[in-house]
């Protein structure tokens, strides 16, 4: 098992994230490790994994879109799936990271873009009470989207799991209880 599936089982445990019949969102999918302990998960669920690189899947009850989420044609795609509601996901997952280039300021702005967009997909598609999951990186802009986070979920988190590397700058946001949809642009 990867890495990243420790990741999640220990985020699923510790936040009780998942139920067996959840229609899931999971963003930066690839190469699979989520989405394999998705599909072990969700027995009558669903889930929906979005990237733009090759999605390795093991389970039936699982939906490979390539492409980037924000993109007209995966959103599209996306709304075809949940028949149209908007509000139709219990669980929004992203495991979205840049690629690295090592000028620290240029990868922290491009890792809270991707938050940003992971944020925005939560906002449109969950439904009330739903969670959501994101990579974070710690650096600028991580309080301004805590701040903005918890005005539209009823609990907020930031957690580093067990099976994160100690010197990772690598956290996840968890966002549970979600109250309201804002206005996506």
Do not use: C
């Not at 999918?29 to 733009?52: C, F, K, N, Q, S």
């Not at 300021?105 to 809270?112: F, G």
């Amino acid at each position: 098992m990867s890495r990243a599936h420790y990741k999640l089982r220990h985020l699923d445990r510790r936040f009780k994230l998942i139920g067996n019949n959840f229609q899931v969102l999971e963003l930066g999918a690839a190469p699979g490790g989520w989405t394999d302990y998705l599909g072990e998960r969700l027995t009558m669920g669903r889930v929906i994994a979005v990237d733009p690189l090759p999605v390795t899947v093991s389970g039936t009850n699982v939906v490979v879109l390539q492409g980037r989420i924000g993109e007209p044609q995966i959103d599209e795609r996306l709304s075809e799936l949940l028949q149209g509601r908007t509000a139709g996901l219990d669980l929004v997952l992203s495991d979205m990271a840049p690629n690295i280039s090592g000028v620290r300021v240029a990868d922290q702005a491009r890792s809270m873009e991707l938050v940003g967009l992971a944020t925005d997909a939560a906002f449109k598609w969950l439904k009330r009470g739903g969670a959501f999951v994101v990579k974070i990186m710690q650096g600028d802009g991580v309080e301004s989207w805590l701040l903005e986070t918890r005005r539209h979920f009823a609990k907020v988190n930031l957690v580093k799991p067990a099976a994160s590397r100690p010197d990772s700058r690598e956290n996840y946001g968890v966002a549970r209880g979600f109250l309201r949809n804002p206005v996506v642009k």
